[in-house]
Nanobody, 117 residues
Framework: QVQLVESGGGLVQPGGSLRLSCLAS???????????MAWYRQVPGKQRELVAE???????NYADSAKGRFTISRDNAKNTLYLQMDNLKPENTAVYYC????????WGQGTQVTVSS
């Protein structure tokens, strides 16, 4: 079992920045089994969609909308996943979810990001 807890969301003006964090906890064997981790976003009435993902070795993949403005990273020693979001736009408003993959899929509870003036 892996528990994921996101933090760092909030209200920010257009052009601002936020850094999301996701702390993974649980059995050591489960934590060590985490391979890929990712950030997803979801707005009301729409499906959850991938923002960015990163393997245990650090290989990354971004949605086109995130390229150039968002940076995903992970600190395996701290069991923490990050998403640095810069130059935020109103269309980035969503609930952002942390996702981890072992032989199972795990999701956090989500953190709200609101970009508005």
């Amino acid at each position: 079992q892996v528990q994921l807890v996101e933090s760092g969301g909030g209200l920010v003006q257009p052009g601002g920045s936020l850094r999301l964090s996701c702390l993974a906890s649980g059995r050591i064997s489960s934590i060590n089994a985490i391979n890929a981790m990712a950030w997803y976003r979801q707005v009301p009435g729409k499906q959850r969609e991938l923002v960015a993902e990163i393997t245990r070795g650090g290989n990354t993949n971004y949605a086109d909308s995130a390229k150039g403005r968002f940076t995903i990273s992970r600190d395996n020693a701290k069991n923490t996943l990050y998403l640095q979001m810069d130059n935020l736009k109103p269309e980035n408003t969503a609930v952002y979810y942390c996702h981890a993959v072992t032989t199972w899929d795990y999701w956090g509870q989500g953190t709200q990001v609101t970009v508005s003036s």
